[in-house]
């Protein structure tokens, strides 16, 4: 009895200890699926999708870029890139052997790539294969070749620094590339698929329908004919004086568009990791310089505004030796008594300083900022630098006469170039810009820059004086006589300005930025040009080496734009008419088409000659403020349908 008793108990232990042992078993269970299931389910659907699914983007094909007339200036062509997956490789070592030839890499560096321990590498992008080496290449177990897009520029190195160039993903990282990559790039898309026990991809749904939207074209103002004749003049000249290095820009005064913009030496674009980094950057933008005696256009300027001078005032120039505070200021040449006029012609800088003796620091001050110096011009590239015009309180005794003739001042080229526009122009400060259209693949317009008046800085009356006066610097006596073109009258300003000694303070010796800016035709000017040579060794004279880069610029130009010297357009540039015309027509002048239910351009225009457009279209305007227009709504070529009137805003 006591036996059985026993035997019961140990059963009921038995089943006790089993069923504990269930319990515990399924309440591993049940919290394991827990965790799976609840806890951690999104991170495993996410690494399930990783095992099993991937995704493929379709880089969109990046926009083109062209020059005002049209011509290919960047386009994007379809390359091979090759890929591999390791995993699918039986010998890395006899597979780098037979890659390498074909895709000109050493086999040791393909060997590494695949012994990285990925299960998708690039063995080489954006290389260009004929039919037999992609045969050879598909023949290959775990290799591949996929389409890509890479940048071409069909010029080499023409504009190098202005259009910059794009990286092996295709984005932009100089230059108009960089600064309008959100334009040219287009949209990326992604398509995702299922991969196989081979991990080979299978594609879900119809492709074909999921196709990257394609970048954007950029017009520039640009032109690629005077862009040549700029940089072709400007390398020339390098390697005649010894340079190390120079830059030129061209504008159309009126309406402040950059026709040429060169930065010597530059580089190959379709080669650009070869060259140094140095010279990817557009120093006609990033860089500033003291300007030296080309300032002294813009002290004179404000003079006569002011009513301080007239062009035949006289002063006394010291015989080119004169005392201020713990300085002696000089003069080239040694000159006596001195109008207006000549200290411009024989560039005098005792005479420059005492001009600004006159008119004073706030004064003088005032007309450098209006000019623009100090300040950046907007342009639409990347790195702009502002220069420096240090704040009238932080002057020192001499720092009055100094800025006069363009010391302790800097400025970019693209600064002077826009500054001297405003004196070419009739007194309005333009704001330079070098993208015209950025338009969509279908054609739409997506933006579009048009003239804009920053502000006027002097009169009309003021600006036709500084202009007789440039002119004489041209003429005989002169200090730029090298830059005079036959038949046209030349309005220019010598510069020679040594370079500062950033290390031990003053200045280096034997160190100039020599540079040269003027406008052409003088009296109704369709080119501002400025040009300076950093540290030539063959002379170091502005009007000596800078000047007949100017000369070289100017004249191959006018002649390519067909403007005669009588400012007739010859027969034969019949195709020219209209961008010569469009380039020299003055502020507040232009001519404006009409397009019957679109609101033509008023920008520039004076109130009257709105008024008047306003009637010729048959529809009604509401002016603003007065001066020349800046701007308008709706905007220029915008449909006028349901619009009871345009709204031109002036100053």
């Known amino acids: ?350 005479g420059a300083s005492k001009i600004a003796e006159k008119m004073g620091r706030e004064t003088l001050y005032r007309y450098f900022s209006a000019f623009g110096m100090g300040t950046k011009t907007g342009l639409d590239l990347p790195g702009e630098t502002s220069g420096s015009l240090l704040d009238v309180d932080k002057w020192s005794g001499v720092t009055l006469h100094t800025i006069s003739f363009g010391q302790g001042v800097s400025a970019s080229s693209i600064q002077l170039a826009t500054a001297l526009g405003a004196i070419a122009n009739g007194g309005f400060l333009m704001k330079p810009y070098i993208v015209k259209e950025v338009k969509s693949g279908t054609g739409k317009v997506v933006k579009a820059n048009n003239p804009v008046i920053m502000r006027r800085v002097i009169s009309a009356a003021t600006a036709r004086s500084v202009r007789d006066m440039m002119v004489g610097v041209t003429g005989e006596g002169g200090t730029g006589t090298k830059a005079a073109i036959s038949g046209f009258d030349v309005a220019g300003k010598t510069g020679t300005a040594q370079k500062p000694d950033f290390e031990h303070g003053g200045y280096r010796k034997h160190a100039y930025v020599s540079s040269f800016f003027g406008f052409v035709p003088a009296e109704n000017p369709v080119l501002t040009i400025i040009v300076t040579l950093d540290e030539p060794q063959k002379g170091h004279y502005g009007g000596e080496v800078a000047a007949p880069v100017f000369k070289e610029i100017a004249s191959k130009s006018l002649t390519y734009l067909g403007v005669t010297p009588q400012g007739d357009m010859h027969p034969s540039y019949g195709k020219k008419r209209g961008a010569a015309k469009a380039l020299r027509s003055g502020v507040g002048t232009k001519e404006v088409s009409l397009r019957r239910g679109f609101a033509p351009d008023f920008t520039g225009l004076t109130m009257r000659k709105a008024l008047r457009v306003s009637r010729e279209g048959d529809f009604d305007i509401k002016m603003i403020g007065g001066g020349l227009a800046v701007r308008q709504s709706p905007g220029p070529g915008r449909p006028l349908k349901g619009v009871k009137s345009v709204k031109v805003w002036f100053q």
Not at 64 to 69: C, K, L, M
Request: glycine share 8%.
């Open 1 to 350: 009895m006591k036996k059985a008793k026993e035997q019961k108990n140990y059963l009921k232990v038995r089943v006790f200890f089993v069923l504990a042992f269930f319990i515990v078993a399924f309440s591993l269970v049940f919290l394991r699926a827990f965790q799976l299931q609840v806890l951690e389910s999104e991170s495993l659907k996410a690494k399930a999708a990783r095992q099993h699914v991937r995704s493929v983007s379709l880089r969109s094909k990046r926009g083109d870029i062209y020059d005002r007339n049209f011509k290919e200036l960047a386009i994007s062509i379809d390359v091979d890139s090759v890929y591999a997956r390791p995993t699918q490789i039986k010998s890395k070592r006899a597979l780098s052997r037979a890659l390498a030839p074909i895709i000109g890499l050493k086999a040791s560096e393909i060997r590494r790539s695949l012994s990285s321990g990925r299960g998708f590498v690039w063995v080489k992008r954006q290389i260009d294969l004929d039919e037999a080496e992609r045969a050879k290449i598909a023949a290959m177990k775990g290799v591949g070749i996929v389409k890509e897009s890479r940048r071409y520029y069909p010029n080499n190195g023409l504009a190098s620094n202005l259009l910059g160039f794009t990286g092996v993903d295709s984005n932009g990282l100089e230059g108009i590339e960089h600064s309008y990559n959100t334009y040219l790039s287009g949209a990326t898309r992604k398509i995702s698929g299922g991969r196989d026990a081979r991990g080979r991809l299978m594609l879900f749904g119809d492709t074909g329908n999921v196709v990257p939207v394609e970048g954007m074209s950029v017009e520039l103002t640009i032109d690629k004919t005077i862009q040549y004749v700029t940089e072709s003049a400007l390398q020339s000249a390098i390697d005649k004086t010894g340079a190390k290095g120079g830059t030129a820009v061209v504008l159309a005064p009126a309406t402040g568009e950059v026709l040429a913009m060169a930065t010597a030496p530059g580089f190959n674009l379709n080669d650009f990791r070869r060259t140094s980094p140095e010279l990817w950057r557009n120093r006609t933008v990033t860089d500033s310089f003291e300007p030296g005696s080309v300032a002294k256009v813009f002290v004179v300027a404000g003079a006569l505004e002011e009513g301080l001078v007239k062009p035949d005032d006289i002063f006394f120039c010291e015989n080119g030796s004169y005392r201020v505070a713990d300085r002696v200021l000089h003069d080239a040449e040694e000159k006596g008594w001195l109008s207006v006029s000549n200290i411009i012609k024989y560039s005098s800088n005792i």
